[in-house]
């Protein structure tokens, strides 16, 4: 089901009031929350043509290190190949189409547990136990189907889309906010935690993207030390799919005293003043990039179904602090790590616990579109673009600048 210019599937009333700037703009309308109908056409325009995050180079270090990953239904792995590519397949055997592998793991080849067949890394067929008698058939018309992939500093970026444009000089404005002075593609990953929430995806980008409930859902947690007022949108700082938030607190960690416990990324120290600060990046439609002076969490928040996602969030930290973590050095380094993996989820609950709220109460019957604060800048525009995607309508400028943005209006 694809959204046509002519009819768009939420109400002209509900498009024209997110067209408005921002102060003036309404929220989408609850049904977006909910409509399976909705929810198909975000799959379809969205999920299925946008470039998404799955997980690191560090999650596959190896020739035949795969892991796997499912985008609203479609099963895919990614694998190291044996020349160190990193490529990913859609997980699907081109028999009768058995999925492959589950979860993560390390494989010469990959072997169908159906029939047998058998796969390079590289996708190409090798092996069709007993299959000489079937008539016009030749392996090299079934590899396993590819799918694009690209890295960006050391995040593995797959797109469905075989037409796809590519993704880094979408995000190269970045370089501009230091995503290169973060070091981002030298840390590694110590830490994972996963979650099966009862809320629309779009709940949680929302939220991640917007410092409003800060005194609220953090008052213990994250309003004493990353208050909201000390927050900048940028509402309209790309005409990419990408946006960003920066906290004004430069030396902002996760350990217990704020001070830092592993090696700071060295470039962080010639960062122009200006640029001083926490960035938040939200690479849409549903990646988000939390780097710190020693450490970086990252949030993927793919959707599972109209009303459910799954949530994973990574504690990537600098290489020799990962190392003495994963070899079981004890010392300052394994312990920085344990105790900034200890202070995750106290306030990842805190989000899931509301954005599962808000799920309930978006389901009422006497339910309507919400209104923006000063606060709330960004997810206007994240709005504006997922409806200019995936519900059709008049343009809304969803995905460039706009001269009626919100702007810094964090720090007012
Ligand atoms: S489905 Fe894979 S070998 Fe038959
Ligand atoms: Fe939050």
Same mark, same amino acid.
């Given at each position: 089901?694809?959204?046509?210019?002519?009819?768009?599937?939420?109400?002209?009333?509900?498009?024209?009031?997110?067209?408005?700037?921002?102060?003036?703009?309404?929220? $989408?309308?609850?049904?977006?929350?909910?409509?399976?109908?909705?929810?198909?056409?975000?799959?379809?325009?969205?999920?299925?043509?946008?470039?998404?995050?799955?997980?690191?180079?560090?999650?596959?270090?190896?020739?035949?290190?795969?892991?796997?990953?499912?985008?609203?239904?479609?099963?895919?792995?990614?694998?190291?190949?044996?020349?160190?590519?990193?490529?990913?397949?859609?997980?699907?055997?081109?028999?009768?189409?058995?999925?492959?592998?589950?979860?993560?793991?390390?494989?010469?080849?990959?072997?169908?547990?159906?029939?047998?067949?058998?796969?390079?890394?590289?996708?190409?067929?090798?092996?069709?136990?007993?299959?000489? *008698?079937?008539?016009?058939?030749?392996?090299?018309? %079934?590899? $396993?189907?590819?799918?694009?992939?690209?890295?960006?500093? !050391?995040?593995?970026?797959?797109?469905?889309?075989?037409?796809?444009?590519? %993704?880094?000089?979408?995000?190269?404005?970045?370089?501009?906010?230091?995503?290169?002075?973060?070091?981002?593609?030298?840390?590694?990953?110590?830490?994972?935690?996963?979650?099966? $929430?009862?809320?629309?995806?779009?709940?949680?980008?929302?939220?991640?993207?917007?410092?409003?409930?800060?005194?609220?859902?953090? &008052?213990?947690?994250?309003?004493?030390?990353?208050?909201?007022?000390?927050?900048? *949108?940028?509402?309209?700082?790309?005409?990419?799919?990408?946006?960003?938030?920066?906290?004004?607190?430069?030396?902002?960690?996760?350990?217990?005293?704020?001070?830092? $416990?592993?090696?700071?990324?060295?470039?962080?120290?010639?960062?122009?003043?200006?640029?001083? !600060?926490?960035?938040?990046?939200?690479?849409?439609?549903?990646?988000?990039?939390?780097?710190?002076?020693?450490?970086?969490?990252?949030?993927?928040?793919?959707?599972?179904?109209?009303?459910?996602?799954?949530?994973?969030?990574?504690?990537?930290?600098?290489?020799?602090?990962?190392?003495?973590?994963?070899?079981?050095?004890?010392?300052?380094?394994?312990?920085?790590?344990?105790?900034?993996?200890?202070?995750?989820?106290?306030?990842?609950?805190?989000?899931?616990?509301?954005?599962?709220?808000?799920?309930?109460?978006?389901?009422?019957?006497?339910?309507? &579109?919400?209104?923006?604060?000063?606060?709330?800048?960004?997810?206007?525009?994240?709005?504006?673009?997922?409806?200019?995607?995936?519900?059709?309508?008049?343009?809304?400028?969803?995905?460039?600048?706009?001269?009626?943005?919100? !702007?810094?209006?964090?720090?007012?």
């Amino acid at each position: 089901m694809t959204a046509t210019k002519s009819a768009p599937l939420i109400s002209p009333e509900a498009l024209e009031a997110l067209s408005r700037p921002p102060l003036e703009a309404s929220t $989408l309308p609850p049904e977006c929350y909910w409509s399976p109908q909705l929810y198909e056409a975000e799959a379809e325009q969205i999920f299925r043509k946008e470039w998404l995050c799955v997980g690191r180079v560090e999650d596959v270090p190896e020739p035949g290190d795969f892991f796997t990953a499912s985008i609203v239904g479609e099963p895919v792995v990614v694998v190291r190949d044996g020349d160190g590519e990193i490529r990913a397949h859609l997980n699907v055997c081109r028999h009768r189409g058995c999925q492959l592998v589950e979860g993560a793991g390390s494989v010469k080849s990959f072997r169908c547990p159906y029939h047998g067949w058998m796969y390079g890394l590289d996708g190409t067929l090798r092996g069709t136990p007993d299959f000489r *008698e079937t008539r016009n058939f030749d392996k090299a018309d %079934y590899p $396993l189907h590819a799918v694009r992939t690209e890295i960006w500093e !050391g995040f593995v970026m797959v797109n469905l889309d075989p037409d796809a444009t590519p %993704y880094a000089p979408r995000v190269s404005e970045t370089t501009r906010w230091h995503s290169d002075k973060y070091g981002l593609a030298d840390f590694v990953t110590t830490h994972r935690w996963d979650y099966d $929430l009862a809320c629309n995806w779009k709940i949680y980008v929302e939220n991640a993207m917007e410092e409003y409930h800060v005194p609220w859902v953090h &008052a213990e947690t994250f309003q004493p030390v990353t208050p909201m007022k000390g927050w900048i *949108e940028f509402p309209d700082i790309s005409e990419q799919p990408w946006i960003l938030m920066v906290g004004q607190f430069p030396g902002f960690t996760l350990s217990d005293s704020g001070d830092a $416990l592993l090696p700071v990324t060295p470039t962080m120290a010639d960062c122009p003043p200006e640029f001083d !600060g926490m960035p938040i990046w939200l690479s849409y439609p549903s990646f988000a990039v939390l780097p710190m002076l020693d450490c970086m969490l990252y949030y993927l928040m793919h959707p599972t179904g109209p009303e459910r996602m799954a949530l994973s969030i990574f504690l990537c930290v600098p290489p020799e602090a990962a190392a003495a973590y994963k070899d079981g050095v004890e010392g300052p380094l394994k312990a920085g790590v344990e105790e900034y993996a200890r202070n995750i989820p106290p306030f990842v609950a805190e989000d899931n616990k509301i954005a599962e709220m808000q799920q309930v109460g978006i389901r009422s019957h006497r339910a309507t &579109a919400g209104r923006f604060s000063k606060h709330e800048g960004i997810m206007w525009r994240f709005d504006r673009w997922v409806a200019e995607k995936a519900y059709g309508g008049a343009p809304l400028n969803g995905n460039g600048a706009h001269a009626n943005g919100a !702007g810094r209006n964090g720090a007012a």
